[in-house]
């Protein structure tokens, strides 16, 4: 972590820092946890917050050349009490959900609104959650990028029929699923929201056609 971290201390770490550049490459990631913090809204308005994370996610693509849009996830941050940050923070929520579909990315865990529905909860102090806090934070990004097991898909003629484990035994706050295909691997370029279920059936489909699907 980064104590008073920006945009370009976050530009100049990942684009810039040799060690951790070379450990990322080596790596070969597929995705990406972009967890925005709100120290830019100390003096930054909302247009200068989305030009700035975009250069940044633009140079995360091309510094890492496997990751791919569809597994990357980008928060909205926690909440902050004291002003200018309390007013500022929730002009930036439409840019940063401008940002995520431009980008073709997902949206991670809204901060903004757990943190500052519970304000007597999880914080340090006025900018920064507690131990449980942190906790908190974990269980929602789990919650945003956990994935069932055991997918299995079936055609039938020109539907495909999916199943797939049950996810509430690990996370009872799941209220359902998405489906997510397309014609190539790794790129879903429909996403479909069949609710709390554990089959889904997508029909309308080519069957000359290959899918690729992901729940």
Same mark, same amino acid.
């Given at each position: ?5 920006? &945009?370009?201390?976050? @530009?100049? %770490? ?5 060690? $951790? ?5 080596? /790596?070969?990631?597929?995705?990406? $946890? $972009?967890? =925005? ?5 100390? #003096?930054?308005?909302?247009?200068? *917050? ?5 250069? =940044? ?9 496997? $990751? ?7 928060? +909205?941050?926690? %909440? ?8 500022? =923070?929730?002009?930036?929520?439409? +840019?940063?959900?401008? =940002? !995520? ?13 757990? *943190? ?7 914080? *340090? #102090?006025?900018? %920064? ?11 929602? &990004?789990?919650?945003?990028? +956990? ?14 029929? /999916?199943? &797939?484990? #049950? @996810? ?5 706050? !799941? ?41």
């Amino acid at each position: 972590g980064y104590a008073v971290a920006t &945009w370009q201390t976050k @530009l100049d %770490h990942f684009s810039l820092g040799v060690k $951790i550049k070379n450990r990322l490459k080596k /790596l070969q990631p597929n995705g990406l $946890i $972009i967890p =925005l913090g709100g120290n830019d809204a100390l #003096d930054v308005d909302a247009a200068t *917050f989305g030009t700035r994370y975009q250069t =940044l996610i633009d140079t995360l693509n091309t510094t890492y050349t496997t $990751i791919e849009d569809s597994k990357t996830y980008i928060s +909205i941050p926690v %909440h902050s009490i004291p002003e200018p940050r309390a007013s500022t =923070l929730p002009t930036y929520v439409p +840019i940063i959900e401008a =940002l !995520i579909t431009t980008n073709n990315t997902k949206a991670g865990p809204d901060f903004l609104n757990f *943190f500052y529905n519970n304000q007597g909860t999880y914080y *340090f #102090d006025l900018y %920064h959650p507690n131990d449980a806090g942190f906790v908190q934070m974990g269980r929602l &990004w789990n919650i945003v990028t +956990i994935a069932p097991k055991n997918v299995a898909v079936s055609q039938s003629g020109t539907s495909a029929v /999916l199943t &797939w484990d #049950d @996810l509430t035994s690990y996370e009872s706050s !799941i209220a359902g699923y998405t489906v997510e295909y397309g014609t190539s691997p790794g790129v879903y370029t429909t996403t479909v929201d069949v609710g709390n279920v554990r089959t889904a059936t997508i029909t309308g489909l080519s069957s000359e056609q290959t899918y690729y699907f992901a729940v």
